[in-house]
């Protein structure tokens, strides 16, 4: 490359550094350049290759200067892009791209991979007595009023006592009721960060949080999860090199490994998290799906360090969503004005429902009768699966998920994308990590792997056409115990 040559690149790497700066609103309409010699200092190049670089963005209209005071953005502010693949594999590892895929899905569709429950399995009964409750005995107000700024108060002492079962002291007045868990983590990354910001998740971890924070344009690191928490030792390595400000992660139930956090570990990452200033957001949304109670961050920090986020939509409803954040007294103001400048209010109606649901003298019986039969599932399908070669990488005692290798040489989104071809929807290990540690892991439901044709397309998909994992014997899910009149709620996340 000659030097003609070499000044023009230098020159596009310059122009091409605001215009990224600015779709990616770390410029805004009105905000100043760097100087000229920041700017090159910055990107390596001479100050004539910034001049002509910031000459030719004026030129087009990108930027415009200011006599004596700099250049200036004047481009409209560039829609947010989340940089959504469109090419059918990539969208298979792609947070969005999976997400959307779940929810636009037909109903019929065979989804063993999705993270939440049938609908056969959800409390019809309790919903419907909750719906007739409200609309005859609600007030006029819970019908079409907002909510109070804190939102509903009925469900926040709800949240209170639970927390206080598993002995965290919270006040209603230091919980928060929001829209969803989503939106809950959502306010929190409003509140605490900045564009630029790094924040450290589980790897694997659930893979809308790393979809939310691509849309809070921050930069993400993760850290290996193992069978009893985050790798200790890689916490402090990453926390020491990176310097996050938020540490987000599921503690009972841990989502996709089934992993739970084991009270040392839970000591030594809050001993980390205050030693390195780090933020913790602990997603409590699978609670109800524990049949012993796991250790919680929040429990021996008293929420000085750590963010409580949860909601109910894996148990009662994803219909009307309600979820809820519980912090420290001194960050409820700014949560509530920033709540309030977001989208006003929570939903009062959506919020009663739930609380009617959450109260019932039902509600206690579904949870149990549903633990019951996720861990009959659970056996089935960690038996079955592992008879096609796959193995869990941790066996857990509750919940719905298992996380699986695959066998040797096999590719999670090949086997994916083989398995989609038949009308079968599986979830990619590498969907899951920030890394891209995860390819040869899938993730499963063991509530939505029912059907033959699973294990048949499975077969297939990892090269075993022909192989059946075993017969499902016994009553209508497979098991020589399963009762249907003690499986739940009739009809039966």
Known sequence: MDGQQADGTRVAQVMGLVRHRIERRLLTPGARLPSIRAMAEAAGVSKSTVVEAYDRLHAEGVVRSRPGAGFYVAAPLAPLSLDVPTSEGARMVDPIGM????????PAALSPGCGWLPTAWMPEDLVRRALRAVAREGSVEMLFDYDSPLGHAP???????RMAEQDIGVSPAQILTTDSGSHALDLICRFLLRPGDTVMVDD???FNFLALLRAHQVRVVGVPYLADGPDVAAFDRVAAACRPRLYITNSAIHNPTGAVLSPVVAHRVLRLAEAHDIIIVEDDIFADFEATPAARLATFDGLERVVRIGSFS????????????????DWVEGLVDLRVASSIASGRLAAGICHAVLTDSGYRRHVGQMRARLDQCRARVTA???????????????????????????AATDVARRALAQGVILAPGNLFSADGIAADCLRFNVAR???EKVYRVLAEAVGRPGFHPGPAKGGAFGNPFFNPSISGIPGMK
Do not use: H, M, N
């Not at 997400?99 to 037909?106: H, P």
């Open 449 to 451: 792997i029912d059907d």
């Open 204 to 206: 694997p971890c659930y």
């Open 384 to 410: 079955r699966l592992k008879r096609l070669g796959l193995t869990p990488t941790v066996e857990p005692d509750s919940g719905p998920f298992l996380w699986c290798r695959l066998p040797d040489g096999l």
């Open 99 to 106: 997400l959307r895929a779940s929810l636009e899905q037909d």
């Open 155 to 161: 469900i926040r002492a709800y949240v209170a006592r």
């Open 314 to 329: 894996k148990t009662v409803s994803a219909a009307f969503r309600c979820g809820y954040i519980a912090v420290r007294p």
